[in-house]
Nanobody, 124 residues
Framework: QVQLVESGGGLVQAGGSLRLSCAAS????????MGWFRQAPGKEREFVAA????????YYADSVKGRFTISRDNAKNTAYLQMNSLKPEDTAVYYC?????????????????WGQGTQVTVSS
């Protein structure tokens, strides 16, 4: 199955930007929907964004719409999450996930493989 490795997290001031990357291996990337989720301490894991294989369909949580952009480069087997205008409430561990089915979904149970997570901390 696909293996996912995230990078790009860190500490940033409010209003700043970060770009997260998710490198995939295991020869299944071309058939997967990719998603990003996040989880803050003491809170449930929540959906952030998702994208289909051909990048012609994307979906965003209302809390990040207009600030975050999901993309993917299939030739590089990598998905990205560009995060702009960051707020302290964006602080969380961010996870990338792969879904073998062709349709995108915002349910975490719809995803089959998960990355290790990367910490994003936004200071006020």
């Amino acid at each position: 199955q696909v293996q996912l490795v995230e990078s790009g997290g860190g500490l940033v001031q409010a209003g700043g930007s970060l770009r997260l990357s998710c490198a995939a291996s295991g020869r299944t990337f071309s058939s997967n929907t990719m998603g990003w989720f996040r989880q803050a301490p003491g809170k449930e894991r929540e959906f952030v964004a998702a994208i289909n294989w051909s990048s012609d369909n994307t979906y965003y949580a209302d809390s990040v719409k207009g600030r975050f952009t999901i993309s993917r480069d299939n030739a590089k087997n990598t998905a990205y999450l560009q995060m702009n205008s960051l707020k302290p409430e964006d602080t969380a561990v961010y996870y990338c996930a792969a879904r073998y089915a062709s349709r995108i979904t915002y349910y975490s149970t719809g995803y089959d493989c998960w990355g290790q997570g990367t910490q994003v901390t936004v200071s006020s």
